[in-house]
């Protein structure tokens, strides 16, 4: 079954749900942006702006990294890194709390500065990044 508008198309259910349901996958698309719901994931792509808004924003288990970041070699020298924590227009995420799982096991917390910036990593040996969690600012 097809659906085909030259204007507007609107479909509304004005007493109880909607359920669009696609055995394989179910495809938003408009303006070049996209929403794909396909094997158990979401793909969200646009050529512009992303807005997220709402009154708070559960993130969790979405904020690990998938591969771990290397802190760069420097020979003769401690180690250190500050990593800075941008939303989703690219703009520095000010006061943010934060938690970050080092290989090693060690936990850094604290909260990014006005620019979006840990506090800086210092470390003997080189260490991978595991994790980072946030808490955007409400």
Same mark, same amino acid.
């Given at each position: 079954?097809?659906l085909?508008?030259?204007?507007?198309?609107?479909?509304?259910s004005?007493?109880?749900?909607?359920?669009?349901?696609?055995?394989?996958?179910?495809?938003?698309?408009?303006?070049?942006?996209?929403?794909?719901?396909?094997?158990?994931?979401?793909e969200?792509?646009?050529?512009?702006?992303?807005?997220i808004?709402?009154?708070s924003?559960?993130?969790?288990?979405?904020?690990?990294?998938s591969?771990?970041?290397?802190?760069?070699?420097?020979?003769?020298?401690?180690?250190?890194?500050?990593?800075?924590?941008? *939303?989703l227009? +690219?703009?520095?995420? %000010?006061?943010a709390?934060? !938690? &970050?799982k080092?290989?090693?096991?060690r936990?850094v $917390?604290?909260?990014? *500065?006005?620019? +979006?910036?840990?506090? %800086?990593?210092?470390?003997? !040996? &080189?260490?991978?990044v595991?994790?980072?969690?946030? $808490?955007p600012?409400?």
């Open positions: 079954m097809e085909t508008a030259d204007q507007d198309l609107s479909i509304t004005v007493k109880q749900k909607i359920h669009l349901n696609g055995k394989q996958e179910i495809l938003l698309t408009s303006g070049g942006a996209y929403v794909r719901i396909k094997d158990g994931k979401i969200l792509h646009a050529p512009g702006t992303v807005s808004k709402g009154a924003h559960d993130w969790s288990g979405g904020t690990s990294l591969s771990p970041i290397t802190l760069p070699v420097m020979p003769g020298a401690f180690f250190d890194e500050k990593i800075q924590l941008l *939303d227009d +690219g703009q520095p995420m %000010r006061n709390a934060y !938690e &970050i080092m290989d090693s096991g936990i $917390k604290g909260k990014t *500065d006005e620019y +979006g910036n840990t506090e %800086r990593i210092v470390s003997q !040996e &080189i260490e991978k595991e994790r980072i969690r946030f $808490k600012v409400e």
